[in-house]
Nanobody, 124 residues
Framework: QVQLVESGGGSVQAGGSLRLSCAARGDTIGSYSMAWFRQAPGKEREGIAG???????RYADSVKGRFTISRDSAKNSLYLQMNSLNPEDTAQYYC??????????????????WGHGTQVTVSS
């Protein structure tokens, strides 16, 4: 059983940056498919960045060019570097994982392990 714990959220002004972390416990995630999702108030949860065992990544159009997903196997952690933040990025951000190594930013139902989320608030 994998436990995921997100950190790094907070409040930032538009144009600023944040780096989210997701620490995994209970298993090594080097071969897992990993992803970041977010959910804004009144909206459905959406996948925004994903990575697989090979290192391939995929991004939602809304964050492409601004966000970068990365994995540090030595630290058993996943990261999301977020630059050029705008108020539309305000949401609860979640880390997700699955043992299947080939899920590249798939719909949320495909991921079996989830963190509790971290809040990101961007003010104009």
């Amino acid at each position: 059983q994998v436990q995921l714990v997100e950190s790094g959220g907070g409040s930032v002004q538009a144009g600023g940056s944040l780096r989210l972390s997701c620490a995994a416990r209970g298993d090594t995630i080097g071969s897992y498919s990993m992803a970041w999702f977010r959910q804004a108030p009144g909206k459905e949860r959406e996948g925004i960045a994903g990575t697989v065992r090979t290192g391939m990544t995929r991004y939602a159009d809304s964050v492409k060019g601004r966000f970068t997903i990365s994995r540090d196997s030595a630290k058993n952690s996943l990261y999301l570097q977020m630059n050029s933040l705008n108020p539309e990025d305000t949401a609860q951000y979640y880390c997700a994982a699955d043992r299947r190594s080939w899920l590249l930013l798939q719909p949320e139902g495909n991921y079996n392990y989830w963190g509790h989320g971290t809040q990101v608030t961007v003010s104009s």
